[in-house]
């Protein structure tokens, strides 16, 4: 499918490892976004890049690590992460800041 | 802060029953209001936004900015329309939405 598409739909990691989330949009859009969606709470903005340069960076942990080597493509780098970092990761593109978020699937991260 | 409130986790209706998923915002300058809806197993996606003052799928939304909401409503449910459902807030000149908790609408046959 076009569209926004996340890898890997799930993932499972210990406190100690290190894995990527990777995200990838097909629709010519400029802007990215990474949220977390964790249980009983909304969903939470994590980092925004536009035309790869980051824009905002909602004090998150530098555990996360963002990378967005072009507008394609974004990824986000996990280490040494918590239990409370379970949750659900969700990528958005948008053609601008005022135009509508398209969003991924997700990935289902569990931290053991 | 910028704050939006659903005050409802879950709205059960019955199929031809009118429906209001309540949205309040909390900001003080000029917002731009969005519903996100996301059926099961489907990735969220955009219902509707005030600044096009459309009706998507029967489904319409006013901002009232006396009140600082965004409801949504629909005169007639169908069963379809169960889905989980996300308010959203945009403020001046950013790429930042604000996500309501959400409110789950379960329609009943």
């Known amino acids: 499918e076009t569209g926004v598409t996340q890898t890997p739909r799930h993932l499972v990691m210990g406190m100690t490892n290190k894995k990527s989330l990777k995200c990838e949009q097909h629709l010519g859009h400029n802007a990215m976004y990474w949220y977390k969606q964790s249980a009983k709470k909304p969903l939470e903005l994590m980092f925004v890049?536009?035309?790869?340069?980051?824009?905002e960076n909602n004090s998150v942990p530098s555990r996360f690590s963002p990378e967005c080597p072009n507008s394609s493509h974004l990824f986000l780098h996990l280490h040494t992460l918590q239990p409370e970092d379970s949750a659900l990761y969700l990528c958005a593109s948008s053609q601008g800041g005022g135009q509508p978020q398209h969003f991924g699937d997700g990935t289902r991260l569990s931290i053991l | 802060a910028q704050r939006v409130t659903q005050p409802e986790k879950l709205l059960s209706v019955f199929k031809g029953a009118p429906v209001e998923l309540k949205c309040n915002y909390s900001?003080?300058?000029?917002?731009?209001l969005f519903w996100y809806v996301q059926y099961s197993r489907q990735r969220l996606q955009l219902l509707l936004r005030h600044i096009s003052r459309e009706s998507i799928k029967g489904f319409t939304a006013d901002l009232n900015k006396g009140e600082t909401s965004f409801h949504l409503k629909k005169p007639f449910a169908q069963e379809e329309d169960s889905a989980m459902y996300y308010c959203a807030l945009r403020t001046d000149s950013s790429y930042k939405l604000i996500f309501g908790s959400g409110t789950r609408l379960l329609v009943r046959p």
């Open positions: 890049y536009n035309f790869k340069e980051q824009t």
């Open positions: 900001y003080s300058g000029s917002p731009e």
